[in-house]
């Protein structure tokens, strides 16, 4: 079975991680690659203008392999520099092919998030939750550290003190908690969940293409740079986008009072 299933509906495109038998679990050989290759086809793809992430069955991915950690095989077994080989060869290029992806990132949080799982949705630019969603980040309650980006990601989106809180604890919150903590931007019932998602892709993708993914990467770039550099940056990408036909299109349909219709010229 493929790791991915991947759906276009226009301007969307929707990729489900579809291991539903055993909670979509990650670190399989190959996992990388299948993310690397579905990442690489979306960003390619100029028609494609936003992504939702989800999971198939009732959890959007409970992390890492249990049972391979348990057999230390695939991904978890092997002597010490093997295995850091393992998650950096692997585990590591489905992280950094999302965290690349040009345009933006719906995770659409249908159910437990542990772990890598919850590792997964924090690279989301957008996280929607279903009520029955929940999110941990419980290494150390394996013996292991967060070796997943989350110490990095998750401080920065819910502050240093409620991720140390998560880290240390290994405690595991509820959908409601995690949206007024600031992880989710939203709780929806779970039978609305991808309803909801596909209607936010479906406005952030009448956005034109070019200036939505430069609106990204100044997003992105903004983590680590400077104010000065920042604005640079932008008075840079701006002068590109001023000579567009989308730009002209954009004030054209401002002034007519009527929906713009973008082309990605």
Known sequence: MDLLKIERAGHVA??????????NP??????GDAFVAACDVIDRDLDIRCVILTGAGRAFSAGGDIKAMK???GSFGGTAPGLSDNYRNNIHRILRALYGLRVPLIAAVNGPAIGLGCDLACLGDIRIASAKAKFG?????????????GTWLLPRIIGEARAAELFYTGEVIDAETACAWGLVSRVV???????????LAGRIAAMPPHALRHAKNLMRQGRDTSY????????????LMHLTEDHMEGVDALLDKRSPRFTGR
Not at 14 to 23: F, G, K, N
Not at 26 to 31: N, Q, V
Not at 137 to 149: A, E, M
Not at 228 to 239: G, S
């Open 71 to 73: 057999q230390r095989s």
């Open 14 to 23: 929707t990729l489900t991680i579809d291991r539903a038998e055993t909670m």
């Open 137 to 149: 980040v419980t290494f150390l309650k394996l013996g292991i550290i967060p070796g997943d980006g």
């Open 26 to 31: 990650l670190g399989a050989a190959g996992d």
């Open 228 to 239: 000065d550099t920042a604005l640079e940056m932008a008075a840079n990408t701006q002068a």
């Open 189 to 199: 019932e779970p039978e609305a969940l991808m309803d909801e998602a596909n209607a």
